[in-house]
């Protein structure tokens, strides 16, 4: 075992290419990790971030085939040597997917899964503490399904934890979770590594929350690790950062427009920071914010009347999970739909679309009556872009899928498909399996095939979830550019960025019911309202309201509206 500020992760000229592939994914990567750090792990879509972490758990080159070369070696011993079963006693992967590992009926039933099969006699006793670690024994006789996607997320890292491992990857722990979940598993994380001494590595793209718990940054370009710093180092390499489309935090990049600089380790990186660095400027009041909701001066295009739906539990009750007295969707409108997981956002949208029947109610889309519409019908007027970007995947390319809709329907759409490739920058993705691809590279992929149907109305479940930082801005560019064919866009989301940049309507739902409808601007300044949903605002506007001024939507509007600058050389 390793002893502290030791390496407890070599990796040396490691490459690795997946069977199929027309190049390496790693291309002679090098990274040397010690005990007790805290790293995350950058890069773009497809950089080899998710592969790289396989090397440290053996499922490459053990469980993967494909060419590997190179070494890894953890904790004193060559991966090669050592079975995948052996080097989970020390290292604990939770998979961007972590849905999938969760295989058992109740929460400790799944908690003690990998000791009982190991033969442990106190696998239950082992569960118990990993349980505890995480701070969910209460959940421990609950059945999976129950769980809500934020007590999913930890029951999979309470299994991962499970063995006792001296190493925890966590790859993408925000991007299938609410902010404040999100917030709860970073808080795990840091008390795992600070109280406890385990090593944690993180796949993330979201530098907010790298400033705010991590220890160090590591950024992958073109196969290999280009740099591996601190992480107010790294967070200040501007330009190379820029280039891989990741953007340092939005306070950072306030200071940075400020002071017209691309470089000075003095800038804020968290809200703590900002708060101190921003304290004495005056602002100007901001006059936008009651503008009244787009849909004023729309016609309707979706109506929803006294809709509800229940699920069936083990013991025969049943519970509502929905419940819609009156919505009204109109042309032209950008809605995003947020709120905690679990709170109906999704069961609403399947709803819209045909896929769900709900127990009661009246759903009308574009003059179609959708609870008396088959679903195959319903697919010329509605495109709805599932939440596990795998499920939109049948054919056997990309290509085959983005046209399948228009094929089957002898439409010709040759112009619009290359406008999608395009603006999405996937051409080269378009002769690849969508299963095989990675979890960026498949949201991309995913939202192309939806965009594909040109439909009426579009929907999308989490679009921007796995998706770094220049391609969830191509993605908002793209659904600017459709708005003269798809008439409404709705988005289920937690990305609260994405909110702000491209919403014209928000809605807010908690246990199955709507608790807010209006504008992001006007939603930011109800504090009661997002704090009741469990939503935590983006950085630039939580630094506003810290600062006792209306929130800001974005870093130019929070900038725009300084009046004085001090120029002495201080800041207040």
Known sequence: MASLNQPIIEINNVRYQYPGADYPVLNGANLTIH??????????????????????????????????DGEVIVEGKSVKDQAVATLSHHVGYVYQDFQNQLMKLTVLEDVSFAPLNFGYKDYKEKAKQALELVGITHLQNKTIWELSGGEKHLTALAGALALNPEILIVDEPVAQLDPQHATE???????????????????EHHTEFIANYCKQV???ENGKVKWHEDVRKGL?????????????????????????????????ITVEEAIEYFEGFYFYPDTNR????????????????????????????R????????????????????????AGKTTLMKCLAGIITP??????????DVLKTPVEKLSSHISYIYQNPEEMFIQDTINNDITFFGDVRNMNQDDLYEHITESLDMKDLLPLDGRLLSGGQQRRSSVAIGLGMLPTVMMLDEPTASLDIGNRKQLINILHSIRDEVKTVLITTHDMQLVAEWATRVIVMEHGKVIFDGTPKVLFDRVDIWQQAGLKLPQIAELSLALNIHPALSVNEFVGRIKEVHVDGSNG
């Open 185 to 203: 598993i970073y808080e795990k994380l840091k008390f795992l590594n600070e109280e406890l001494g385990k090593t944690i590595i993180t796949i």
């Open 319 to 342: 519970r509502t999970v929905l419940n819609i007295e009156e919505l009204t969707f109109y042309t032209g409108e950008q809605v995003a739909i947020v709120g905690n997981n679990g």
């Open 236 to 268: 200040f390499n501007i330009t190379e950062l820029q280039e891989t489309h990741i953007y340092p935090p939005q306070v950072t990049q306030a200071a940075m427009q400020l002071n017209d600089v691309t470089t000075n380790h003095d800038l804020p």
């Open 218 to 220: 590591a950024l992958i």
């Open 35 to 68: 005990k007790g750090d805290f790293l995350a792990i950058i890069g773009g879509n497809g950089s080899g971030k998710s592969t790289i972490c396989k090397t440290i758990n053996g499922l490459i080159p053990h469980y993967f085939s494909g060419y590997f």
């Open 290 to 317: 009651h503008q009244p909701n787009l849909h004023t001066t729309n016609s309707a295009i979706i109506s929803v009347s006294d809709v509800q739906h229940e699920v069936k539990l083990l013991n025969k009750e």
């Open 359 to 368: 127990k009661q109610g009246e759903i009308n889309v574009n003059g179609i």
